[in-house]
Nanobody, 120 residues
Framework: QVQLVESGGGLVQTGGSLRLSCAAS????????MGWFRQAPGKEREFVAA????????YYADSVKGRFTISRDNTKNTVFLQMSSLKPEDTAVYYC?????????????WGQGTQVTVSS
């Protein structure tokens, strides 16, 4: 059974930092793009960041560019999202995604999500 398990969410003050991790099990994602999406209360899920299979290319939503950094460790089947200079509008449930298609921002696998709350 394929699983994506996120961790690292929590409560942080404006301007703070958090590092999310997503550990995959059940299969390897080393040959596929991975990504992060988020969903705030009352809003649709939106793209945050994606990374190519070898980490050579990264993609970011304009709202997080320069503040968030996506990375991966294929030896550990894990993808990370380093979030800095956090703002209240970053508050959302963050989802890890596997087999991301950057062209249309779709994904075939999803984690259950981790809550990130940024207080003002």
């Amino acid at each position: 059974q394929v699983q994506l398990v996120e961790s690292g969410g929590g409560l942080v003050q404006t301007g703070g930092s958090l590092r999310l991790s997503c550990a995959a099990s059940g299969r390897t994602f080393s040959g596929y793009a991975m990504g992060w999406f988020r969903q705030a209360p009352g809003k649709e899920r939106e793209f945050v960041a994606a990374i190519s299979w070898n980490g050579g290319s990264t993609y970011y939503a304009d709202s997080v560019k320069g503040r968030f950094t996506i990375s991966r460790d294929n030896t550990k089947n894990t993808v990370f999202l380093q979030m800095s200079s956090l703002k209240p509008e970053d508050t959302a449930v963050y989802y890890c995604a596997g087999e991301v298609t950057v062209r249309d921002l779709s994904a075939n696998y999803w984690g259950q999500g981790t809550q990130v709350t940024v207080s003002s």
